[in-house]
Structures are given as C-alpha cells and as structure tokens.
C-alpha cells in the first residue's frame, strides 16, 4: 500500500519534498553545514512527469473496441448451416426465375429478404462478413447493454491510469438486483493469493479492502450482528476514537455510527464432492440425479452412487482487528463456461503487463528515479538564482576626487559624480589623478551579474531529465505536440506515432485483454440468471423505446467473443472520404457513411 501510494504520488506531481530537503541538507541532521539560502527555495515538484502522464493517456483515449460474438457450439453451427443453406436456395432459385419468367420473379414468394444477398456473388460476401447467428446477435448487444449501463468508458480511464503508474488494473464484477454490474478496484486494496500468470487466472482466492462507516456496516450486515456487537466492532476497531465520541456530552444512542472500519471482502475458491444415484424408476427406465453427501456414504439400496469434484466460489466479508465476520456463503451465480462447467472462476479480474515475482512494473515506477533527478536539479539552479550577486559597478575612485564640476558651488563629490553617471549616463572624470600621475581606462566599470557558472550545468541536466522522461513513457516530439514541423512528411510522422504505440503496448493490450474478461464475465453471468429461471430484458434507447428479452437458449450455447479495433477520427475521415467518392458512382449508400460516422 505504502508503495503504490508513493507512486500515485509522483504521479500527480505531489510527492513528499523530504527527500530532497535531506540531499541538500536543510533537514537539520547536518548541523553547522546547512546552508541558509535554501530554506528559501520553492520545494514544489515541477509537474512535467505529470504533464507527459496526461498526454499519454489522452493518446489510450482513441483505443476503443467492438464486440463480436460467435455460437461455436454443435447445435448453433449445425442451425446455422441450416439456415444458411435456405438463404442460398433463396437466391440461386430468385436468380434462375429471373431468367426464365421475369415476371415470378417479382412474386413475393420468390423475393429474398431485403437484409439478405440478391445475387449468389453478393452470397458469398454476406456470408463472410455480414452474416451472424441470432443468438451471438442477442449476446452482443446484451454485453453491450452491460457495458453501458456501467459507464465502461469512466472505468477504462481509471483502468489505464493504473496500467500506467502501478502496471497493473483491476475490475469486479457481480450480480446485483437481477443486472450484471461492473466496478473499479484499487489496485492499492487488493489482496490476492501468489500469482504466475500476468492475467491472474491462476489466482485461488482475491479481495478487497473496504472502508466504510459502521452505518454502512449496519446496511450490509443487516441482522446478522446484534446492536451491542455494532457497538464492540466500534470499540474493538478505535477504541480512542470510540471513546472520544462516548464523551461528548449529550452524544446518546448510536453514536459510533460515524465511526469508520476495514473490511476484507473476500473470496475463494474451494472444492465440492457432487453426488449424483442412479437408479431405476417405476417405468424401469435408468434416472440420474443428484443426490445428498450423506447418501454416498450410505447408499440406499437398489441405488448406484457415484461422485464428481466441483470447483465453487466461496465468500466471506471480516471485519478486521475484530473477531467478526458476515455474509459467509456459496457465492450467487457462479461463473461456468458452457463448455467446462466444472471450473469456475473469481468475480475479480486483473491484468499485469509486466509481471515478475508478484511484482508488477508501470511507467510511472521506472520515471521516479529521473523525477527525483529533475527535481534535485531544478532546486540547485534557484538555489544558484537566490545566492547570485546583483549586477553592480567597479569604481576608480582616485579618477573621481578633485573633478572641476560643481554643484550649488561646490565642486562635485565622487559619490555625486557615480549618482549623476547612473541617472543621466555622463561621467566626468579625471585623466591625472591628484598627484599628477596618468589614469588608464574609464573610471567605473560595470560588473555583470554574480549567477554561479554552474547553473548551465543544472539546467542542462534539467533538460536532459526531460528528455529521459519522454523517452521512457514513449512519447516524442511529433507525438507530445511539442515540436511539430508542418513541413514534414507523412511517413516520419506514421514512424513517430507508431513508436509511441509500441512503447505503449503493454497498456494497450491490458486494457484489451481485461474488457475482453470482462465481456466474457458478462455473458456467464446473463447465462446463469436465465438458467436460474430468471428474466433478464435490455431496454435499448435513451427513452426505452426497444425491449429485448434474451432467450433462454443463451444459457445452454457457447461462444466466442472477440474485441475489434474501432477506427480513430483520423481514420474515419479518411473512410468517410472513400465512401463519399463511391458514393457518386452508386457502390455505396447514405447509411453506408452513416455506419462509419458512427
């Protein structure tokens, strides 16, 4: 925790100055070698770590997906060979009544379907790219239903920021009043057991501290404390503080219901012996079902008995510092791909890009050192700013003494001589000094400011530093705005955005890889609803215009889903200009360029 809180701290260019006032030895633990011009610095962190930060992660902004589902299922390839079969007699027969009697042909029993292929060329282009099982339809727009209803843009903007500090993001989700919810998790509160792979899927148990008041405790909890173990979690959990509040005069009743406790919401996964008899029913046919562990060890007679492991997902909710815990249980709607329902997986998702010994690695850990140095830095050039002497002058003053300039009738001393020099730019002088003796050179010379030479030296490594900065977080002159030649080509702009991508990748792909668990997730959790006999209905449009209830058959087929790029704005314009030119020569429709825009 303390570490992750460290990074998120340089993070947002706020990280503790400590450190830097050790260095420079303004902490006191140097005695008499403390130098008094640096107390007056300005120990405020240069934000340009942070500046970079927020560039980089306005370039992940244009990253963004479509989903697209498959049935891979026997039953839905088999339906969808059927169907696809009749599509294409439809238009072979469409095609040859076309040429023996025009006339049939404008039959409406003869007609394709406006959304399906008029020519046997036209066929086999649907079929490829247009073509889609009526369930993997249902699918998509149910995962897309969950993902908006979710805000999934909000939390892949605090996803990303994680991938780029700690190297690692983290999600939840779970069944809640009948609809499938996704949430954040800080990666600075999450506890998991020791994991190998860099998406944790080999993770047996997971969770998450949470602070809440004891009146949210009460909500969660309900009636499985009393109201006097309400009041021992207080005590036992900040006992100063339950005190302090039990003082207050005139504070009756619940007054520790403001007072704050930790929460580990855990879960894990554990093994379950499934029983299952076999017997014979009155009609002599075989009967399999499920039976009660107890059997098993004491069959019944006439009865066969035989037993299967099964993976669940346990839950517990512990109040820590206290001996209580709440909420303990076989978890709801257990997550089961159709394919493999033996094995099941936590509510949690996590995505690491570079992972080694449980120790992920973002950007912003590998910018601290080169922060550091900036910083350090950029304190010495105001330290040699402060110390500097003013700009002054170097006065012959022999020069000066005896000059035969008066003023008020008397002749002029030096001193007035120097003052009417600064005001006015005359200087009246000697050429002998009072004895006679040739003076060289003009009496007052000026002097450059006292700044220490060394202060090149500082700056220069601030730059340098910035530059490392650039580097590190893969950014570049062209990709950062900051030096843009609006003479240069195209290519060495292309090369230049694409050596950001590729220092960009691991977050790239992490935020893929976790929207692509979580749509996954979305789908077992709509598949065992359904199989639990409940409705789930999607409301589609800003005014609920359009309802879709899912069939039933999602929860007995399988799929595959995949994330397809979505074109960046630069992208569709150039799209948008190739359809307008087809356009013109009737290859492509107005909804045609209304599909790209949007």
């Known amino acids: 925790l303390g570490k992750l ?52 992660l306005g370039l992940l902004r244009d990253y963004d997906y479509n989903i697209e589902a498959s049935v891979v299922d026997n039953l839905s390839t088999k339906e969808s060979d059927k169907f696809l079969q009749k599509v294409k007699s439809a238009v072979r027969i469409q095609e040859v009544a076309k040429q023996v009697a025009p006339e049939l042909a404008q039959e409406d029993v003869l007609k394709v379907a406006e959304d399906q292929p008029a020519t046997l060329d036209e066929f086999e282009v649907w079929q490829k790219y247009s073509y889609k099982h009526r369930l993997a339809y249902e699918i998509e727009v149910a995962v897309q239903h969950v993902f908006q ?35 954040y998790v800080d990666p600075r509160r999450f506890v998991v057991s020791y994991c190998d792979n860099h998406d944790f899927s080999d993770m047996v148990y997971a969770g998450e501290v949470m602070t809440v008041p004891i009146s949210k405790l009460r909500e969660m909890a309900g009636d499985e404390f009393t109201e006097d173990q309400y009041r021992a979690i207080a005590e036992a959990t900040n006992p100063d ?13 619940r007054f520790y219901d403001e007072m704050k406790v930790d929460i580990l919401d855990l879960e894990l996964i554990t093994t379950d012996k499934v029983v299952y008899k076999e017997s014979m029913n009155k009609r002599g046919n075989k009967v399999i079902v499920k039976a009660n562990r107890n059997e098993y060890d004491k069959p019944r007679q006439g009865a066969k008995y035989s037993s299967k492991t099964r993976s669940r997902v346990y839950k517990i909710k512990w109040i820590i510092g206290t001996e209580f815990a709440f909420d303990a249980g076989l978890c709801s709607h257990q997550k089961r791909r159709t394919g493999d329902p033996y094995e099941v997986s936590l509510s949690y998702h996590a995505v690491a890009y570079d992972f080694e010994d ?39 003053v022999g020069a000066l003494e005896d000059v035969p300039i008066t003023n008020g009738g008397m002749d002029m001393q030096p001193d007035e001589l120097i003052r009417f020099f600064v005001r006015h730019g005359v200087l009246a002088y000697r050429q002998e000094n009072i004895a006679g003796v040739p003076v060289n050179g003009i009496p007052i010379t000026e002097l450059a400011n006292g700044i220490d030479p060394s202060v090149q030296i500082y700056w220069s490594n601030v730059v340098n530093c910035i530059n490392l900065i650039r580097d590190i977080t893969g950014l570049n002159p062209v990709t950062d705005g900051s030096s843009v030649n609006p003479k240069m080509l195209t290519t060495p702009t292309e090369m230049a955005g694409a050596a950001t991508n590729n220092a960009l990748s691991g977050i790239i792909e992490s935020d893929e890889k976790l929207l692509l668990s979580l749509a996954e997730s979305a789908i077992m959790r709509i598949q065992s609803m359904l199989m639990a006999g409940d409705v789930y209905t999607l409301a589609l449009g800003e005014e609920t215009a359009r309802i879709i209830k899912l069939s039933k058959d999602l929860s007995i087929r399988e799929f595959g889903i995949s994330m397809t790029k979505r074109p960046t704005e630069d992208e569709k314009k150039i799209l948008i200009q190739e359809a307008k030119n087809l356009f013109g020569a009737d290859m492509v429709g107005m909804d045609d360029i209304f599909f790209i825009k949007n």
């Open 5 to 56: 809180s460290e990074i998120r701290a340089y993070a947002r260019g706020n990280q503790p100055v400590a450190l830097y006032q050790k260095l420079l030895k303004v902490d006191g633990s140097e005695g008499d070698l403390t130098e008094d011009n640096f107390f007056a610095l300005d120990y405020t962190p240069l934000p340009l770590a942070n500046k970079f930060r927020r560039q980089a």
């Open 149 to 183: 209803t979710n805000k999934i843009q909000d939390l892949r903007a605090r996803w990303r920021k994680d991938l780029f500090d700690f190297g690692v993001a983290i999600a939840r989700d779970e069944v809640i009043d009948g609809e499938v919810r996704i949430r």
């Open 241 to 253: 503080k339950f005190n302090e509040l039990r003082n207050i005069k005139y504070r009756t009743g």
């Open 358 to 396: 449980m120790k992920p690695m973002g950007i912003t850990e590998l910018l601290i050192p080169v922060i550091d140095q900036m910083q350090l830095n950029w304190l010495k050039v105001q330290q040699c700013l402060i110390a500097a002497r003013p700009k002054g002058f170097a006065v012959n």
